[in-house]
């Protein structure tokens, strides 16, 4: 799945639909899985942030952009990237450090980047992607290119500053952008009941006069809907709106999280929400796939994944001697007209 086959639309509208959206949640976990295994076995370097739990969220969000559509990502944005069409075997070889990874190994996990599919990066500051979407919004509606940035972040960033800051810049311009929280409910260790005084996350926009919605982020189906109203609105010239998508990571902050601010029956009763798990379920009701049909995407998806990691050992370490040619410009590459 590249750039070329990024599919938007319902995920219940049809069988192509649906098999579509379980191939890319599948996808998604099935990296993730790697990516734990990868680390574990010292090949990837820095640290990682997982998200198995949230398949559905950034599924859902991005069946509702085109491929022209921009996002930004967070430190925890392997499913983004996934889902807004990127090469298993770039990211992945983005991860191992590799010279073939989308940033020539240079961005990691936590910074990858591919603007031929409309992902403008992943960002290691929380809250960092925000005034970037904000900015691309601003772009897009000056050039009257038509399109939508949409900025994920997690329910951390919306305490931070630049949060604030860039909400009232894209409602007073009206700018074609949707923020979606990710509401897992913990920035770091933080609780959200501990961190927030009110009953939604949404209801953070009424400040900036920004209607806000929340939504099972569980369900693929109700976040794309979500989603595709915004983006609707957004496109429309009536500005920016805020998604709230409730649901939870299975693992800890980091690598290093030693979970112990939650209850493993916590964690076990929200494992039984299983994002993927629930759209079977729908897609069985509704006769959209059967069993045998589920079968064959999650064994696609597992494919597909072995070998992407598979070709993304076989490329060459990024060389250190390079480390800042795309940092600074030579004096002696400038052209000085006289």
């Known amino acids: 799945m590249t750039a070329a086959t990024l599919k938007i639309g319902d995920p219940l509208a049809s069988h192509e639909n649906a098999r579509y959206a379980l191939l890319t949640m599948s996808r998604i976990r099935r990296l993730e899985e790697a ?36 996002i930004t990502s967070t430190h925890r944005g392997h499913g983004h990237c996934v ?18 990874g989308y940033c020539h190994g240079r961005g990691g996990s936590m910074h990858i980047a591919d603007v031929a599919t409309g992902n403008l990066g992943a960002n290691g500051i929380v809250g960092g992607g925000i005034p970037i979407a904000i900015g691309a919004a601003l772009a897009s509606k000056m050039m009257k290119k038509g399109t939508v940035a949409v900025s994920f972040f997690g329910d951390g960033a919306m305490n931070e500053g630049a949060f604030h800051e860039a909400a009232n810049l894209a409602a007073i311009w ?6 979606v ?3 897992n409910g913990y920035g770091m260790s933080s609780s959200t009941h501990l961190a927030f005084a009110i009953k939604t996350l949404a209801e953070r926009g009424l400040g900036y006069g920004i ?79 059967n069993d045998e049909e589920i079968a064959a995407v999650h064994a696609e998806a597992t494919s597909q994944v072995i070998h992407a990691v598979n070709e993304a050992m076989k490329g060459v370490p990024a060389d250190p001697a ?9 004096a002696d590459s400038v052209e000085v007209s006289a």
């Not at 889902?83 to 073939?100: F, V, W, Y």
């Not at 009206?174 to 923020?179: E, F, M, Q, R």
């Not at 902050?253 to 979970?259: A, I, L, Q, T």
């Open 35 to 70: 990516v734990e295994d990868l680390f574990g076995r010292g090949m990837m370097h820095g640290t990682m942030h997982l998200s198995i739990g949230q398949e559905a969220t950034a599924t859902g969000v991005c069946m509702a952009l085109r491929l022209e559509d921009q």
């Open 83 to 100: 889902a807004k069409g990127a090469d298993l075997t770039s990211m992945i070889a983005e991860l191992l450090g590799k010279e073939n």
């Open 174 to 179: 009206k700018l074609p952008v949707v923020l």
């Open 181 to 183: 929280c990710e509401n």
């Open 211 to 289: 209607p806000g919605i929340t939504v099972d982020g569980n369900d693929v189906a109700a976040v794309y809907a979500a989603t595709q109203s915004a983006v609707d609105r957004a496109r429309a010239g009536d500005g920016p709106t805020i998604v709230e998508c409730v649901t939870y990571r299975w693992k800890g902050h980091s690598r290093s999280d030693k979970n112990l601010y939650r209850t493993k029956e916590e964690i076990d009763e929200w494992k039984k929400k299983d994002p993927i798990l629930f759209f079977e379920h729908v897609v069985r009701e509704k006769n959209l796939m």
């Open 322 to 330: 390079g480390l800042l040619a795309a940092v600074f410009k030579t």
